[in-house]
Nanobody, 126 residues
Framework: QVQLVESGGGSVQAGGSLRLSCVVS????????VGWFRQAPGQEREGVAR????????YYAGSVKGRFNISQDNSKDTLYLQMSSLKPEDTAIYYC???????????????????WGQGTQVTVSS
């Protein structure tokens, strides 16, 4: 059973930076892709960024493109999300997730992700 454990959330002022980490364990075959989602109070879960295992190609939601960077260190089974130029609207619980079988190009589909972390809170104050 795949397990994902996030860390690195916290509170920061607008314009600041945070780096989230997610340790992925328990898999017998590498996930097709791994990614980050977020959910703000009263809003639906939003795909933020994902990276494919085969091509290392990345995809970002328009709202974070140019400000966030997703990367992974396979030697440490760790996924990262470097967040810069943070805005109050980035405030949310951030989840890392793994899609074991399928990872579509050009989109982040929550339905393809079948293993989820517990989430870490990110709060950006103005």
């Amino acid at each position: 059973q795949v397990q994902l454990v996030e860390s690195g959330g916290g509170s920061v002022q607008a314009g600041g930076s945070l780096r989230l980490s997610c340790v992925v364990s328990g898999y017998t075959s590498r996930p097709a892709c791994v990614g980050w989602f977020r959910q703000a109070p009263g809003q639906e879960r939003e795909g933020v960024a994902r990276i494919r295992a085969d091509t290392q190609s990345t995809y970002y939601a328009g709202s974070v493109k140019g400000r966030f960077n997703i990367s992974q260190d396979n030697s440490k089974d760790t996924l990262y999300l470097q967040m810069s130029s943070l805005k109050p609207e980035d405030t949310a619980i951030y989840y890392c997730a793994a899609a074991m079988r399928r990872c579509s190009y050009g989109v982040i589909l929550a339905s393809e992700f079948d293993s989820w972390g517990q989430g870490t809170q990110v709060t950006v104050s103005s």
